[in-house]
């Protein structure tokens, strides 16, 4: 049992370049976030899927795209990268949206942009 | 819309001494409230949760925080801490029912636990 998998770790990217983050969570969870945290901002959420097929926007969804195809997957797409997306990102689970105090944190990945 | 407000972005303590983390909520409606641990490196904790009951709620490594609903306040205590528990704290809330999905957090209080 992995629990939430976050991959890269680091990246560094160049204005304008696209990427994938990946998310993969073994628990058969249906609610999946992701979330960007800056420092003195806290965490602030980006998108959010309750199911799969079914994803909506949190605080700061503009430059990100996700779909759910699986339960287990909730990739994070960013389109043209920008300096402002330079940030750490984390991917976050639990066993349903009501269950929100269950949420199962990944390790985090840390994206520059230059 | 609910927000959370951390008072303190940084509280340095002496090993043993207690600590109070301060979070105040802004919701027009009923909330649950949560506090998480950060450790360098990794990903977030969940401390402790207040759902509902007692206002007095106990988590794990010895923390406890207090519900007021008339101060909106959720403030995080521990009588003693130690070197271990230096890290990043966040409060975070939840609306109560509806179909809001969305956990806010504070932006974080950075508890350091000097010797």
């Known amino acids: 049992n992995a629990g939430v998998t976050q991959t890269p770790k680091f990246q560094v990217l160049k204005t304008g370049q696209s990427m994938t983050l990946q998310c993969a969570q073994d628990?058969?969870?249906?609610?999946m976030s992701w979330y960007r945290q800056d420092p003195g901002m806290g965490l602030r959420l980006i998108h959010y899927s309750v199911g799969a097929g079914i994803t909506d926007q949190g605080e700061v969804p503009n430059g990100y795209n996700v779909s759910r195809s699986t339960t287990e997957d909730f990739p994070l797409r960013l389109l043209s990268a920008a300096p402002s997306q330079t940030s750490v990102y984390f991917c976050?689970?639990?066993?349903?949206?009501?269950?929100?105090?269950?949420?199962?944190f990944g390790s985090g990945t840390q994206l520059s942009v230059l | 819309a609910q927000s959370v407000t951390q008072l303190d972005s940084q509280v340095p303590v002496f090993e043993e001494a207690p600590v109070e983390l301060r979070c105040n909520y802004s919701?027009?409606?009923?909330?649950?409230l949560f506090w998480y641990v950060q450790y360098p490196n990794q990903g977030l904790q969940l401390l402790l949760k207040y759902l509902s009951g007692s206002t007095l709620v106990k988590g794990i490594n010895g923390f406890e925080a207090e519900f007021n609903k008339s101060q909106t306040s959720f403030h995080l205590r521990k009588p003693s801490v130690h070197i271990s528990d230096t890290a990043e704290y966040f409060c975070a809330v939840m609306i109560m029912g509806g179909s809001n999905y969305k956990l806010t957090f504070g932006k974080g209080t950075l508890l350091t636990v000097n010797p």
């Open positions: 628990m058969n969870h249906e609610y």
């Open positions: 919701s027009s409606v009923s909330v649950y």
């Open positions: 976050a689970s639990s066993y349903s949206w009501r269950e929100h105090e269950k949420l199962f």
